[in-house]
Nanobody, 117 residues
Framework: QVQLVESGGGLVQAGGSLRLSCAAS????????MGWYRQAPGKQRELVAT???????NYADSVKGRFTISRDSVKNTLYLQMNSLKAEDTAVYYC???????????WGQGTQVTVSS
């Protein structure tokens, strides 16, 4: 089992920055891929960025050049540095961890990010 706890959300003005953190605990050695997803009101949850155990990174086109995902394997923590925030980035941001061998996916409880225009 893996537990994920996000932090760092809040209210920020357009153009500002926030850094999200996701602390993983439990069977962290089993985690292969980690990522950030978001869900805005009335919309489906969408991928923001992912990073594999080997360091391969993938970003949604909408955040490329503005967001940076990073993973600290020693601290078992995932980060999302968000710069040049826009109103359309407003959403609940969820941390995700995936174990390939068992096809199990874990989710955090989410953290609210609100960008005022």
């Amino acid at each position: 089992q893996v537990q994920l706890v996000e932090s760092g959300g809040g209210l920020v003005q357009a153009g500002g920055s926030l850094r999200l953190s996701c602390a993983a605990s439990g069977s962290t050695f089993s985690i292969d891929d980690m990522g950030w997803y978001r869900q805005a009101p009335g919309k489906q949850r969408e991928l923001v960025a992912t990073v594999s155990r080997g360091g391969n990174i993938n970003y949604a086109d909408s955040v490329k050049g503005r967001f940076t995902i990073s993973r600290d394997s020693v601290k078992n923590t995932l980060y999302l540095q968000m710069n040049s925030l826009k109103a359309e980035d407003t959403a609940v941001y969820y941390c995700n961890a995936r174990v390939r061998s068992t096809y199990v996916t874990y989710w955090g409880q989410g953290t609210q990010v609100t960008v005022s225009s």
